[in-house]
């Protein structure tokens, strides 16, 4: 937060950014199922909600991105204005201040960050994705738009079903959950996804089949 900027250099951002691509494809291309996450996302939120791609980037953003982007953007949000100092533990409390003034006092404050208030992401209608990809089994995928994590008087059920669940909240501006189904079968193999919303119970999957939570 306070030595990063001076010490970034064009080959250490060219170097971490080679880490970011390989960690994408480790988690998203190259992985089993990995491109059914970013397809729901995009299907789930309209295209200015912050939840309506991944977290770690496109490629073609992040192939994109001049140094000079990235100094602006830690200049803008990697600052004390914009962050939490947490103490844990049995600690003295006044030793533990005067720690962090010790460490972080000279530090700029840097300026204030106003908060990210999308709009509250809705669904009119069922929407149903097909996906073809080279996996092992077909996997079918429910997706739905949870209460924000901190609503007001949000009611939350959990039920089960064999080995459904219901989603649990996510982010302060509403978020997403995902269970899924896989089933051996020797019809080509297919990663089917379905986002929407269901009054419906969920039924209990066919004799033989395997359950497990996608999305944690």
Known sequence: MAFLLPALTEAKFSNQRDVVLNERRQNYEN???GLAPMAMLAALFPPDHPYHWTTIGEIA???AVQLDEVRQFFSTYYHPANASLALAGDIDADEALALARRYFEEIPPGPPVAPVSPAPARLDREARLLLEDRVELPRLYLSWIS?????TATR???SRRTSWRTARPRACTGGW????VSRPTCRPHRTRAR???SSRSPRRPL???RSRRSIR
């Open 31 to 33: 992985r089993p199922y």
């Open 156 to 158: 939350i059920s959990i």
């Open 195 to 197: 986002s929407g919303a």
């Open 177 to 180: 959950s995902s269970s899924s």
């Open 207 to 209: 004799p033989g089949t």
């Open 147 to 151: 209460a924000a994590m901190f609503a």
């Open 61 to 63: 953003d992040l192939q």
